[in-house]
Each structure stands twice: as C-alpha cells, then as structure tokens.
C-alpha cells in the first residue's frame, strides 16, 4: 500500500512536469523559431509601413499602449480585450478606463498586424508578444534602442478596468505618487525616470497638460489641442526630453514630467541621461523595458498560472 502511494505520487508528479515543459514551455528569444520563422519580417516591415500611412505618432501610441497593458495585469494583451457580458467573468474593458478612454491609440494597428501574422502562422503567436515586439520595432524606427524581449507568453482572458484606474498614473501625481506607482509594478525611482523619457515622442491632450505649459502654449481644456511631450523632436526618440526639463523655465509638458527634477538625486540622473555619454539613457531605457514594463520574471509565471487554468 505505502510503496504504491508513494509511485502514484511521483508519477503524478512527472507527469505534471512534463505537461508544464512541453505545453508551457520556457520563454525565449527564439521561442517562434521553429513555428514561425517569418515573424520577426512581418513585425518589421508592417511596423516601418505603419508609420508612413498612420505617420510616425503611431510609433509613441503604440510604446504607450504596451505601458498601459503592461501596468494592468503585467504584459498580457488584456489591454486589447473588449466589453464582453458573455464571458464568465464577464469582461469589463480597460479601454474605458479614464487614463485610456478617448485617448489610447494603435488598437486597429495591432488587430491588422496580428491578421498578417496570422496569415502566415495561424494560431501560434500570442497577442500579448506581437504588442511586445511591435513596440520593440516602433522604438528602434523612431531611432532608439532594441532590447532582448522573451516570448511565449499567453494572453489574459480577463481584463481589469479597476486595476487601470488605480494603477496607471495621473500625469497630475507628484514624485512621490508616481515613484510608488512604479514601486507596486517593481520597477525604482532610476527606471521611472528612465522609462519616463519614453516622452520623448508622441503629444498628449491640453486638458492633461501642466497649468504653466497651457498658459505657455495658450491652450485650454475646451480646444484640447495637441502638444508635443518633446517640443523639439516628438518624432524622435531621443534624449531632448530630459534637456527640455533642465531649461530655467522647466519646459517638462506634463506635471509628472517636470517633477522629476524636484529631488536633487533623480535630478542628477535627469543630467546624465540628458547628456547620454556612452548611451546611458539608452541602456537604462532598454533595460527597464526588458522588464516588460510591468511586472517582470515573478509575474510572467503567474500569466502562465493562469493560462494553465483556462
Ligand atoms: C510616469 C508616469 C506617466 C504618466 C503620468 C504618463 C501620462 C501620459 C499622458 C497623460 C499622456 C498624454 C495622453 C493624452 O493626452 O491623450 C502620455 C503620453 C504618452 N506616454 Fe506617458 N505617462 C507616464 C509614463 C509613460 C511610460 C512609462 C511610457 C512608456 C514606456 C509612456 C509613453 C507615452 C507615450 C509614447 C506617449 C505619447 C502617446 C501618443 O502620442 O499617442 N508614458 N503619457
Ligand atoms: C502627493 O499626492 C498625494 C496624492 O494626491 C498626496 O496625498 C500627498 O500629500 C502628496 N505629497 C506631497 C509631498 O505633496
Ligand atoms: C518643484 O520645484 C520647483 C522649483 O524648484 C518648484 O517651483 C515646484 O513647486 C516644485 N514642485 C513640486 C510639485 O514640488
């Protein structure tokens, strides 16, 4: 009886390793190499030609729509997800969220660039990694650095519209706000300012512009015009963003930008990086990023947890 109980235990557990190996197997660089050998092409050229028919913005709406996925839940395309009272749970859209609703970009970018990659390899690759490397693609045509991203992770079946509510930061908050935000998804002060330098493209909205900023720009939250978080390169990513925040007058768009410089040593991090000496800003940038803007290593396996429950 003892000696059966004991093999009916480790068979079980051989068993249960195998399936976790073969059916959720480690993430890798290369995890699509032999299921989808044309993926990084497709991500390539569908990304470079996204951003001469949408123009070059969708590069900075896309690096944002992965930050937003990616504080919510960790990095796993629930972003991506619609209402739906169908599904038990029923799906309540981060969409809607307030730091999202009438302002995230790149949803039907992402829907045709996972039809391409389809199309040539149906039902292999994940949402959640074709945002990842679409983002990845965006930064470096903008004129940034790559970074190692490892693939193979699932999608989310659930979204979490509350989760975006709270987690994602107001562009009002203060240091000390947003260095706990960042704190909760494990990433330091050095990669808040880092990661925050991904305002070096893109615009944002005048109603989430700081009060000096507006005035400087004359602009109010009933035209709500357009504004570029770098007012000399938005197109470009590149370290001006930092410069601008060093100007006498601060010429940091949002509040959570120009904040940065309010303590003496993310100030001197904000120096070094505006100077970029042996592509500091870059490093760091790309480093953070490898973290997957979320969560990092402790919550992939969690993603993979609860894809084993679906
Ligand atoms: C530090 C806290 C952050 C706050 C409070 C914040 C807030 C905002 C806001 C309010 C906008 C303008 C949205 C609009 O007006 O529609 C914006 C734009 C943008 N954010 Fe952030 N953000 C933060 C960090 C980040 C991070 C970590 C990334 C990516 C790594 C990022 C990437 C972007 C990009 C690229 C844009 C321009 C998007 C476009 O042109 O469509 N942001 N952000
Ligand atoms: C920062 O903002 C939070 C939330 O609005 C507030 O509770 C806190 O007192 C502020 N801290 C400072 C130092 O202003
Ligand atoms: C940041 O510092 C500037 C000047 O050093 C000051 O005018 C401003 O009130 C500070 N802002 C915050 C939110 O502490």
């Not at 973290?291 to 402790?298: H, I, L, N, Q, Y």
């Given at each position: 009886m003892a000696s059966s109980t004991t093999g009916g235990h480790y068979f079980f557990l051989v068993a249960l390793s195998l399936l976790s190996s073969a059916a959720y197997g480690q993430l890798s660089e290369q995890y699509y190499a032999t299921e989808c050998l044309p993926l990084d092409q497709i991500i390539k050229a569908e990304v470079r030609s996204t951003l001469v028919t949408d123009g070059r913005r969708m590069g900075a709406s896309l690096l944002r729509l992965f930050f937003h996925d990616c504080f919510v839940q960790g990095c796993d395309a629930s972003v991506l997800l619609d209402d739906d009272v169908t599904k038990v749970p029923a799906i309540v859209s981060e969409k809607n969220a307030n730091p999202n609703v009438n302002s995230l970009r790149g949803f039907d970018v992402i829907n045709r660039i996972k039809g391409k990659v389809e199309a040539s390899c149906p039902g292999v690759v994940s949402c959640a990694d074709i945002l990842a490397l679409v983002t990845k693609e965006a930064v470096i045509a903008l004129g940034g650095q790559g970074w190692p991203l490892l693939l193979g992770r699932r999608d989310s079946t659930t979204a979490n519209k509350a989760e975006a509510n709270t987690d994602l930061p107001s562009p009002a908050s203060n240091l000390t706000t947003l260095i706990a935000a960042f704190n909760k998804k494990s990433f330091t002060a050095r990669e808040l300012v880092a990661l925050s330098g991904a305002h070096t493209i893109g615009l944002a909205q005048c109603a989430n512009v700081d009060e000096t900023q507006q005035q400087r720009y004359g602009c109010s939250n009933a035209n709500n015009v357009l504004l570029p978080l770098d007012e000399q390169t938005p197109n470009k990513f590149d370290t001006l963003y930092y410069g601008n925040l060093l100007l006498p007058d601060n010429r940091g768009l949002l509040h959570s930008d120009r904040v940065?410089?309010?303590s003496t040593d993310l100030k001197n991090l904000v120096v070094q990086y505006a100077s970029n000496r042996n592509g500091l800003f870059f490093q760091d940038f790309a480093n953070a990023m490898k973290?997957?803007?979320?969560?990092?290593?402790?919550h992939r396996s969690q993603w993979r947890d609860q894809a084993q429950l679906q």
């Open positions: 940065l410089v309010n973290k997957d803007v979320g969560d990092g290593r402790a």
